[in-house]
């Protein structure tokens, strides 16, 4: 009887041992594995050391990614995302970890970037009691992700993982943020590995009636035009979009986050509408008859005067999400579904078309460009697109990104990476920083302001920390510009705290970090520079010395309609 037992008992702890018990943190880097993730952007605290060591301590293909602050290391995992065709991952600590990124998480909120960002969070027994870098992370972010969670029983841990995952892709992409307590991370669970699965998203159906009557409004117009949105790069639907284009015979206008749906060089391709739109873009916006909004949201930057904006047209809405309709303007036909699957059927139903006077019409409001040999930020752009003709493009955020939206030949969806719904000043060097780490045998381009350079510039030590050949240029009019700008045209040149001291040698402060700099004063010295920056193999830093008097034109001032254009 007594060796029975013995017997019984050493069964079954055999069996205990054949489960795959694991750590909390240890789910987290095996989980991550099984989603295929090459690169998580981190910055260790206190409670998240237990995932730190089991990021040291297993083997697996992750390479950790840290930036000098959280915000920055969440812009890398979003630049990472809109560039791969994949999720972006961050790690951060508890409390003030958590809350650097928050920033980082509304900009990816507001343009549709799938991240999973994982927070440490205090042990389950001190949660609700103030304790040391405690922050209710969840209810703090409940308004800038799709979805997030605090994980409280390691048994939730992997599924949890694998449903934000899938959430952060589907649908409207965006953020997940995922909180675990650090005795999560400590306690040991049971593992059952899964392979990685293409995701099966349930797009909402197509209503055929929708796409009937739209291919019957189109075929009734005489002045139709295509606003294309961030909507159709976030979905790759550009192949799609430029086979209606082309057989529609419908010239086409971005918003800032739809530029490189259709190439820029396409003759039906109009470029950037609203604020900072040409004038041909906007006439010919204002004065259509019918505008076919795809994956666009109506931001108040393209359509100034919403009145004005919708007059004497009918607007058919095409987009994933159905609280985007009738948001911000009247809609005359919602068509909900995934663009990717509703821009086929359409081209389908429509002839084949052209609209020769519409398109001298638009040609007429068109107006001279600047002469070749001026030294201005759209010949710099030029000369600097000319050098590197298929490089990503990454921008902070002002006037240089403006001049970039407005002049850049962008040729296919992620090739121009900005920050268009929240407009972070500061998101561009951690953003390039992650489009270089998803694309090692591409150029990648940062151009900023010396205002958003000042936000982030920390980060040249992480650029060199891993050896990344970004081309660093920084715009530097000693001014925060488009604000400065704005007290220009409307605060009768009351200039208050714009104008930068220039106290800090910028060629000097990027040689600290070991990233040789150089000086632009003039297209000479701009063409010598790219040419020369071509035989660096690591990063390099470019200052591009313009006035501060230089403008963003035209601009069409806020809450006027968009063809009320101001030219200085």
Same mark, same amino acid.
């Given at each position: 009887m007594i060796l029975a037992l013995l017997v019984y008992k050493r069964k079954g702890s055999e069996k205990m041992e054949t489960k795959n018990l694991l750590l909390g943190s240890e789910i987290v880097v095996k989980c991550l594995e099984e989603q %295929?993730?090459? !690169?998580?952007?981190?910055f260790p605290g206190g409670a998240v050391i237990p995932l730190f060591d089991a990021f040291y301590r297993l083997d697996h293909h992750i390479t950790e990614i840290g930036p000098c602050h959280e915000q920055n290391g969440v812009h890398a995992a979003d630049g990472y995302a809109r560039t791969s065709h994949t999720v972006g991952v961050a790690i951060t600590t508890s409390g003030p970890g958590a809350t650097n990124a928050i920033t980082g998480i509304a900009n990816a909120y507001l343009? *549709?970037?799938?991240?999973?960002?994982f927070t440490g969070q205090v042990a389950t027994p001190l949660l609700g009691k103030d304790s040391f870098q405690?922050?209710?992370?969840?209810?703090?972010?409940?308004?800038?992700?799709?979805? /997030?969670? +605090?994980?409280?029983?390691?048994?939730d841990l992997a599924d949890t993982i694998r449903e934000a995952f899938k959430l952060a892709q589907s649908g409207r992409p965006g953020p997940v943020v995922i909180d675990v307590p650090k005795d999560v991370f400590l306690t040991k669970a049971e593992y059952v590995p899964q392979a990685l699965q293409n995701i099966e998203i349930n797009y909402p159906e197509i209503s055929q009636l929708s796409i009937e009557k739209a291919a019957e409004m189109i075929a009734q117009a005489e002045r139709p035009i @295509?606003?294309?949105? %961030?909507?159709?790069?976030? *979905?790759?639907?550009?192949?799609?979009?430029?086979?209606?284009?082309?057989?529609?015979?419908?010239?086409?206008?971005?918003? +800032?986050?739809? +530029?490189?749906?259709?190439?820029?060089? !396409? !003759?039906?391709? #109009?470029? +950037?509408?609203?604020? !900072?739109?040409?004038?041909?873009?906007? #006439?010919?916006?204002?004065?259509s008859d019918l505008l076919i909004a795809i994956g666009a949201r109506?931001?108040?930057?393209?359509?100034? /005067?919403?009145e004005a904006f919708v007059q004497n047209k009918k607007i058919i809405h095409i987009d994933i999400d159905p609280t985007e309709f009738a948001k911000n303007v009247k809609t005359d036909l919602?068509?909900?579904?995934n663009i990717k699957d509703v821009l086929p059927l359409l081209t389908k139903l429509i002839q084949e078309k052209s609209y020769p006077e519409w398109l001298e019409q638009i040609d007429k409001w068109r107006l001279p460009q600047p002469a070749a040999d001026i030294y201005g930020p759209k010949n710099i752009l030029n000369h600097m697109n000319q050098a590197y003709p298929d490089s990503f493009v990454v921008t902070e955020v002002g006037q240089h990104q403006m001049w970039t939206g407005q002049y850049w030949n962008v040729k296919w969806p992620g090739q121009f990476v900005t920050s268009g719904g929240l407009g972070t000043m500061g998101f561009g060097l951690g953003a390039a920083i992650g489009v270089q780490l998803a694309n090692p045998n591409s150029d990648v381009l940062l151009i900023a302001g010396d205002g958003s350079f000042r936000m982030n510039c920390q980060e040249l030590i992480t650029v060199k920390k891993y050896n990344l050949p970004l081309k660093i240029f920084v715009f530097d009019n000693q001014t925060l510009g488009m604000v400065r700008q704005w007290q220009k045209l409307f605060s009768e040149k009351r200039y208050a705290q714009t104008d930068i001291a220039q106290c800090t040698d910028y060629i000097k402060l990027a040689q600290a970090s070991g990233i040789p700099g150089f000086l632009v004063t003039d297209l000479n010295e701009l063409d010598v520079t790219l040419q020369e920056i071509k035989k660096i193999e690591g990063p390099v830093f470019v200052q591009v010395k313009i006035s501060n008097e230089e403008g963003v034109y035209p601009?069409?001032?806020?809450?006027?309609? @968009?063809?009320?254009?101001?030219?200085?």
């Amino acid at each position: 009887m007594i060796l029975a037992l013995l017997v019984y008992k050493r069964k079954g702890s055999e069996k205990m041992e054949t489960k795959n018990l694991l750590l909390g943190s240890e789910i987290v880097v095996k989980c991550l594995e099984e989603q %295929g993730i090459k !690169h998580v952007f981190s910055f260790p605290g206190g409670a998240v050391i237990p995932l730190f060591d089991a990021f040291y301590r297993l083997d697996h293909h992750i390479t950790e990614i840290g930036p000098c602050h959280e915000q920055n290391g969440v812009h890398a995992a979003d630049g990472y995302a809109r560039t791969s065709h994949t999720v972006g991952v961050a790690i951060t600590t508890s409390g003030p970890g958590a809350t650097n990124a928050i920033t980082g998480i509304a900009n990816a909120y507001l343009d *549709s970037v799938p991240l999973v960002v994982f927070t440490g969070q205090v042990a389950t027994p001190l949660l609700g009691k103030d304790s040391f870098q405690e922050i209710d992370i969840t209810s703090v972010t409940m308004q800038i992700t799709k979805h /997030n969670y +605090l994980v409280t029983r390691v048994e939730d841990l992997a599924d949890t993982i694998r449903e934000a995952f899938k959430l952060a892709q589907s649908g409207r992409p965006g953020p997940v943020v995922i909180d675990v307590p650090k005795d999560v991370f400590l306690t040991k669970a049971e593992y059952v590995p899964q392979a990685l699965q293409n995701i099966e998203i349930n797009y909402p159906e197509i209503s055929q009636l929708s796409i009937e009557k739209a291919a019957e409004m189109i075929a009734q117009a005489e002045r139709p035009i @295509i606003y294309a949105g %961030g909507g159709v790069v976030r *979905s790759n639907t550009h192949g799609e979009l430029l086979a209606f284009v082309e057989k529609s015979g419908i010239p086409t206008a971005n918003s +800032l986050m739809g +530029l490189g749906g259709i190439p820029r060089d !396409h !003759h039906l391709s #109009m470029g +950037l509408v609203g604020m !900072h739109g040409s004038q041909e873009t906007n #006439m010919a916006v204002i004065k259509s008859d019918l505008l076919i909004a795809i994956g666009a949201r109506f931001s108040d930057r393209v359509t100034g /005067n919403c009145e004005a904006f919708v007059q004497n047209k009918k607007i058919i809405h095409i987009d994933i999400d159905p609280t985007e309709f009738a948001k911000n303007v009247k809609t005359d036909l919602p068509v909900q579904g995934n663009i990717k699957d509703v821009l086929p059927l359409l081209t389908k139903l429509i002839q084949e078309k052209s609209y020769p006077e519409w398109l001298e019409q638009i040609d007429k409001w068109r107006l001279p460009q600047p002469a070749a040999d001026i030294y201005g930020p759209k010949n710099i752009l030029n000369h600097m697109n000319q050098a590197y003709p298929d490089s990503f493009v990454v921008t902070e955020v002002g006037q240089h990104q403006m001049w970039t939206g407005q002049y850049w030949n962008v040729k296919w969806p992620g090739q121009f990476v900005t920050s268009g719904g929240l407009g972070t000043m500061g998101f561009g060097l951690g953003a390039a920083i992650g489009v270089q780490l998803a694309n090692p045998n591409s150029d990648v381009l940062l151009i900023a302001g010396d205002g958003s350079f000042r936000m982030n510039c920390q980060e040249l030590i992480t650029v060199k920390k891993y050896n990344l050949p970004l081309k660093i240029f920084v715009f530097d009019n000693q001014t925060l510009g488009m604000v400065r700008q704005w007290q220009k045209l409307f605060s009768e040149k009351r200039y208050a705290q714009t104008d930068i001291a220039q106290c800090t040698d910028y060629i000097k402060l990027a040689q600290a970090s070991g990233i040789p700099g150089f000086l632009v004063t003039d297209l000479n010295e701009l063409d010598v520079t790219l040419q020369e920056i071509k035989k660096i193999e690591g990063p390099v830093f470019v200052q591009v010395k313009i006035s501060n008097e230089e403008g963003v034109y035209p601009i069409v001032p806020a809450g006027c309609a @968009i063809d009320e254009i101001y030219y200085e």
